[in-house]
């Protein structure tokens, strides 16, 4: 099954860095606390993300559409790309597409971080590019989507090589970045994401996942 051709919801993030190296960046970034961070009597913070090797073939967090209910313990997937080595991309269960935290994670990352969040949703659909890199300095926001008021388009921050900026003066709202443009700019960056190989990888994949602890 390729989720780029069947997946109502397809969000995940292209890291050109080594699998080792993402996890470890989105391990600690979790497990850094703060004030809501579960504690034992001691006040000492809770650990609550863990991560392994998943050996032999590894399967997505979700399946078609990703999950809406965030009290639900978090899990993601990374992977190597079969035809794309020595680079990383991630998957979480949740529908933010993990958004957010790549957002803060870049931040002190020196590789380049590029988030995809489209939603093939028959309410409200939604393509949105985010691109993260030299520690954020360099920061690219583009957004296409509609809700109750209608279809809106946003780009933030400079434009980028890969991009064909002529797509947004197009008159149709939806169609100034759409699956076919994104899949465009992915695959100028070297990702080609309509390819089995890279929802497949030769080595072992890796699981971070949660065990949500009450305060004590």
């Not at 699998?19 to 961070?37: H, M, R, Y």
């Not at 890199?133 to 109750?148: G, S, V, Y």
Request: charged residues 25%.
């Amino acid at each position: 099954m390729n989720p780029y051709q069947t997946f109502s919801d397809l969000l995940f993030t292209c890291v050109d860095g080594p699998k080792s190296a993402i996890v470890n960046t989105v391990l600690t970034g979790f497990n850094e606390p703060d004030q809501w961070s579960p504690r034992d009597a001691s006040g000492t913070p809770i650990v609550q993300y863990f991560a392994k090797d998943v050996e032999g073939e590894f399967s997505l967090p979700y399946v078609d559409t990703a999950e809406r209910d965030t009290t639900k313990p978090a899990r993601i997937i990374f992977w190597e790309p079969r035809i794309r080595p020595g680079t990383t991309v991630l998957m979480g269960r949740f529908h933010d597409g993990l958004s957010h935290s790549i957002f803060a994670l870049s931040e002190s990352s020196p590789y380049t971080w590029i988030n995809i969040r489209i939603y093939d949703d028959v309410d409200y659909p939604g393509c949105f590019f985010d691109f993260y890199a030299n520690r954020r300095t360099t920061q690219r926001i583009l957004m296409a989507c509609k809700d109750e008021k209608g279809w809106d388009f946003v780009q933030d921050g400079p434009a980028q090589s890969f991009e064909n900026t002529a797509y947004y003066s197009r008159r149709q709202i939806k169609d100034r970045l759409n699956r076919e443009i994104i899949t465009e700019y992915l695959e100028k960056l070297g990702y080609m994401v309509g390819h089995e190989g890279f929802w497949e990888t030769t080595a072992s994949a890796s699981l971070l996942w949660q065990e949500r602890r009450r305060s004590k």
